[in-house]
């Protein structure tokens, strides 16, 4: 059971940042004119590639951070504030920011802006940064996080019109406000979660 928590502890925060209902909203509206192999391929550059860049800084981000000189604590209050502004832009407008790069329409949009910035932008990537900080385990639960979200993530696009259509799209953005909501607890829990750590530094 303790497993679970610790589990969902990891799955929760990246499944709420990531979004997989927002990013769907905009999804189904960026690809209403796409036909079907259009649409596939979209989706799987948004899932592989989306995929590959938060894998790639899960294993390698704390080595990058360092080689930069930048410290976990550092990391955590930029990644807090980045947080924090995509949750305030998430309740405000029930969607994913529009700062993703939505009016970009064209057939590599899988690529740019759903693989990133959207699925994998500055708030997923900090995140998993974050997150791969802790115990071997925490670890693994972060990987096997990313992989089952980008899963959903491909469920979700192949099927967009039918998952649309199913819950709603007033639904969606409820949801998506509702995740901001959380998104920003989170947010100010990394932050000072990075406080404290720089104090007992001290």
Do not use: C
Request: hydrophobic share 60%.
């Amino acid at each position: 059971m303790n497993q679970v928590v610790e589990f969902l502890k990891i799955f929760i925060p990246l499944f709420i940042v990531i979004d997989p209902f927002g990013s769907l909203v905009l999804f189904t509206s960026m690809t209403y004119n796409f036909n079907e192999s259009e649409k596939l391929r979209a989706t799987k550059d948004a899932v592989f590639y989306g995929g590959i860049i938060l894998v790639l800084f899960a294993l390698a981000g704390e080595y990058i951070i360092y080689f930069f000189g930048i410290s976990i604590e550092a990391l955590e209050m930029a990644g807090g504030i980045i947080l924090l502004l995509m949750a305030v832009e998430m309740i405000m407008e029930g969607n994913r920011p529009k700062s993703s790069g939505s009016e970009i329409v064209d057939y590599d949009i899988g690529i740019v802006p759903f693989a990133t910035p959207m699925l994998a932008g500055p708030g997923a990537i900090s995140l998993v940064i974050i997150l791969m900080k802790g115990p071997i385990i925490a670890k693994i639960y972060t990987i096997i996080s990313i992989a089952i979200i980008f899963a959903m993530v491909y469920i979700f696009f192949k099927w967009s019109s039918v998952v649309s259509k199913f819950i709603g799209a007033k639904v969606m953005k409820a949801i998506s406000r509702i995740f901001g909501l959380l998104l920003a607890g989170f947010a100010i829990q990394y932050f000072i979660d990075a406080i404290v750590a720089l104090s007992l530094l001290k």
